[in-house]
């Protein structure tokens, strides 16, 4: 099922991005704000594959941790844009591709809160 899901192909395309170039950040900033950026992308995908694995009010409440996740990500890398670390160009695209993972993870939130 989840290899159907556009949430997680999107969220795989994220981190396959996003890693690497999180790697090229500043060293003295690398064990603070990268490690979190990097766990908060990684989190959220775990936490994907644990709602999906649950139902009901389970599955609710990972779907509502992932969206707290995903705004922590956004945080970091607002925080990343502004130091430079990130330059426009990047900072559009990685953008766009949390705003559509956002619109997924609404979607399914919405679709689990009100089953048929």
């Known amino acids: 099922m989840a290899d159907d899901m556009v949430i997680f192909t999107r969220t795989f395309d994220l981190l396959t991005w996003l890693l690497p170039v999180a790697e090229r950040f500043p060293s003295a900033q690398r064990f603070v704000v990268t490690a979190r950026l990097t766990s908060a992308a990684l989190d959220f995908q775990e936490t994907l594959f644990e709602a999906n694995a649950r139902r009901g009010e389970q599955r609710l409440a990972f ?32 953008s766009k591709m949390i705003e559509e993972i956002g619109r997924l993870l609404g979607g399914w939130l919405r679709l689990s809160s009100n089953p048929k």
Request: glycine letters at 4%; charged letters at 20%.
């Open 63 to 94: 779907l509502r941790s992932a969206d707290a996740q995903l705004n922590k990500l956004r945080l970091y890398l607002r925080l990343a844009y502004h130091w430079h670390w990130l330059n426009a160009g990047q900072y559009e695209h990685v």
